[in-house]
Every structure is written in C-alpha cells, then in structure tokens.
C-alpha cells in the first residue's frame, strides 16, 4: 500500500467521525495511533459503498495489528468485499507506522506489542479518542 497522507490531531473528527458514528453510543474510542486514521477513513468509504448501514463495533491496536470489528446485513459477493476491505486494511496496518503512516515493522516497547517505523520506535502515538 502506498504511504498514506498523514492527518493532524485537529482534522481526525473529519475522517474518523463516519466512523465513530457508526459505533454504539458510549463506546466511540479509536483506539489507534494517528498514522492509521487515514487508511481507516478510506476503509470506511470502502465499506460504506457496500453497505451505507453498516456498523462499528470495535476499532483498536492489537498486537500491532489494526482490529476493525463490524456488522453487516449485506450477502453474496458484496459480504465477500465488505470482508476482503477490512482484512485488506488489517494486514496493510501491520507493515504501517502507527505514529505517521510511514512503513514500518513490528517491535515490542514495554511488553506492548506496536509497528512503528525507525524514527517513531513506540514513541509519539498521538491517539485519536
Ligand atoms: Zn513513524
């Protein structure tokens, strides 16, 4: 995947609002660092062709891995591409920065498991909340 553009703290609510909004109401944290809002913001386009009703039940870091856990209602070769897009974006988020998006690799920094490129080395998340 090319490298994605990197978003400010301050522009995240424009691309990761379709997303928050799609999750149940008192569980909105994006657990995840800003090098992966942009790539999870076009996930959500992504997903949204398929199914403009789709929801978000989780989205978080685990084990240096983008986890984007979701509900749909569609069938057929559309659930087929719904499912390819988030394992797409999952795999493409364990070779990507989590800090700025730059391509990275996965380390271990205080027992915490993150992918982080060689300037960022598990500092300077800046995660979206
Ligand atoms: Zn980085």
């Known amino acids: 995947m090319d490298q994605v553009t990197r978003i400010l703290p ?5 691309v990761l609002d379709p997303v928050r909004a799609r999750m149940p109401e008192g569980f909105r944290r994006i657990g ?3 090098g992966w809002w942009a790539m999870v913001g076009e ?4 997903l949204a062709a398929l199914d403009p009703d789709y929801s978000v039940r989780q989205v978080k870091a685990d084990f240096g891995r983008l986890d984007y856990v979701t509900t749909t209602t569609v069938t057929g070769d ?5 499912r390819a897009a ?3 974006a999952e795999i493409a988020s364990s070779r990507m920065c989590e800090a700025c ?3 990275g690799s996965s380390s271990v920094e205080g027992g915490w498991v993150g992918v982080y490129c060689e300037q960022h ?6 995660t979206a909340t």
């Open 32 to 34: 995840i660092g800003q």
């Open 121 to 126: 080395g598990g500092a300077d998340v800046v």
């Open 78 to 82: 559309d659930l087929v591409a719904f």
């Open 86 to 88: 988030v394992r797409a």
């Open 10 to 14: 301050g522009e995240s609510d424009a």
């Open 43 to 46: 996930l959500d386009a992504k």
């Open 101 to 103: 998006g730059a391509p």
